[in-house]
């Protein structure tokens, strides 16, 4: 199930000239000083039971080809901790497996970045982030911001998928008694049906809808998360790529009409990685099979190296 650091996916560019140095330079597999570790869950089993295209879980090694060739301007260093692969449909001990590599990684003081695969890595990031989060704390107060055209807050009783992560994740802080603080930033009004809306609604959701997030309502945008921010100790930040226009990320499941760009999305991640707080951040629904021109991954790859520049 776990695959471990792979040589070949970090080759890119090698300049002569002094301080030089790319991403494929400098990534190295896991070590004991903490740092950014990457992580990737190769899985598109909650996409397929979602009735979405597959793919997903070559999402991983697409987004470590992408970022091996950007510029490094980092002092801390980077890790690459290899993948959790899903077997087939055995998206529960995928999870699970996640959640346990999650844990460790934080608990040895790194910052892990999990690539996706489908949404479904969602409910294993959090896993992972809140067995370390509930050994410290008897209510941690964590805020999950999501960007995404959906809520996935799909009704997880019958069938669990990349539609029912944050629904999932609802439940269980119920059992904890864990305040529930969710933001779904860029969501469509257009994709997601009114029992989505209201179940939002019912968990006290913030939303910024797609259409509602343009450069003039963006200080507006940035005061609503930083009022967000103040009411958590801790973060997860959730990057679903089809939050972009389709024409900046074609390579999803579910490519959006309209999206939100790059360009507004990246200033909110700023502010959250700055926020001191942030402790786990993932990508999902990469899927190359249907990119074009490495659009989606390269995009992917930017938001690592943004959510990760210090
Ligand atoms: N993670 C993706 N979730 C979306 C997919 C929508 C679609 O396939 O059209 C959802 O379940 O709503
Ligand atoms: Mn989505
Ligand atoms: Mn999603």
């Known amino acids: 199930m776990a695959d471990r650091f792979n040589d070949t996916l970090w080759q890119g560019r090698a300049d002569p000239e002094p301080d030089s140095d790319r991403w494929h330079q ?3 597999p896991v070590a004991e000083t903490p740092g950014v570790a990457l ?3 190769a899985s598109d ?3 397929r039971r979602n009735h ?5 879980s ?3 090694a697409a987004i470590r080809r992408a970022l091996a060739n950007l510029a490094w301007h980092r002092q801390g260093p980077v890790y690459d901790a290899g993948d959790v692969r899903c077997e087939g449909d055995a998206l529960e001990a995928a999870q699970q497996a996640l959640g346990v590599r999650v844990h460790q990684l934080l608990s040895a003081g790194h910052f892990p970045v999990v690539l996706g695969g489908g949404h479904e890595v969602a409910f294993g990031s959090w896993q992972g982030l809140a067995q370390y989060l509930g050994a410290r704390e008897a209510h941690p107060r964590l805020g999950i911001i999501n960007f995404d055209a959906h809520f996935d807050l799909r009704d997880p009783a019958a069938v669990t998928s990349s539609g029912t992560p944050f629904a999932q994740i609802a439940n269980a802080c119920e059992q904890r008694h864990w305040p529930f603080r969710y933001a779904c930033l860029g969501v469509s009004r257009a994709s997601n049906t009114r029992a989505l809306f209201r179940r939002a609604e019912r968990l006290g959701v913030l939303v910024h809808e797609d259409r509602a997030m343009r450069e003039s309502t963006l200080e507006a945008i940035a005061a609503d998360l930083d009022r967000f921010m103040a009411d958590c100790d801790h973060l997860y930040l959730t990057v679903d790529l089809d939050v972009l226009p389709a024409c900046e990320a074609p390579g999803v499941s579910a490519p959006a009409a309209r999206g939100v760009s790059l360009q507004l999305i990246e200033p909110l991640i700023q502010q ?6 942030l402790r ?3 990508l999902a629904e990469l899927n190359p099979s249907h990119d074009i021109d490495s659009r989606t991954a390269r995009a992917a790859a930017r938001l690592v190296w943004c959510i990760t520049e210090q």
């Open 26 to 28: 400098k990534v190295a």
């Open 39 to 41: 992580l990737g869950f």
């Open 45 to 47: 089993a909650g996409v």
């Open 52 to 56: 979405g295209r597959p793919g997903a």
């Open 58 to 60: 070559e999402g991983p």
């Open 272 to 277: 959250i990685r700055d926020s001191g707080k």
């Open 280 to 282: 786990l951040a993932d």
